[in-house]
């Protein structure tokens, strides 16, 4: 186990197939199965208004700190028990590879319904 272990949770938009397959697919990408929840946004109310109000999905952290969009992926990066990925953080935090990975963030939002024809149900 990672020595940056810390229990994370994501809440994302249930209703939306590709949030639930991309959240699946990236929590095994950075072997975070043990240490990361996947939850529904509608199961909190708190975290459905954020999530709406920033059209993000959101990493709340054991202490309760929130990130959002691609600030949350880097957050996950540096939390992952890989290694090699927790090495690209210096770079992901990066002024222009934030303002790059916001964009595509972005642009993956507001393409979710296209993309959730794509992805299995």
């Known amino acids: 186990m990672s020595n940056h272990f810390e229990k994370l949770t994501f809440f994302i938009d249930g209703n939306c197939p590709f949030c639930r397959w991309g959240a699946r697919v990236f ?3 950075l072997g975070l199965q043990s240490e990361a929840e996947i939850r529904y946004s509608s199961t909190d109310p708190v975290m ?39 090495r690209l953080v210096p770079f992901m935090r990066l002024r222009l590879v934030q303002r790059v990975g916001e964009a ?8 979710r319904p296209l993309l959730s024809k794509l992805v299995p149900a």
Do not use: D
């Not at 459905?48 to 990130?67: A, F, V």
């Not at 939390?79 to 990925?85: N, V």
């Open 48 to 86: 459905h208004h954020l999530m709406r109000e920033k059209n993000s999905w959101i990493l709340r952290t054991r202490t309760g700190s929130l990130y959002f969009g691609f600030a949350a992926i880097t957050y996950a990066f540096y939390k992952s028990p890989r290694r090699w990925l927790r």
């Open 104 to 111: 595509f963030y972005h642009l993956v939002t507001v393409s």
């Open 27 to 29: 929590q095994r990408a």
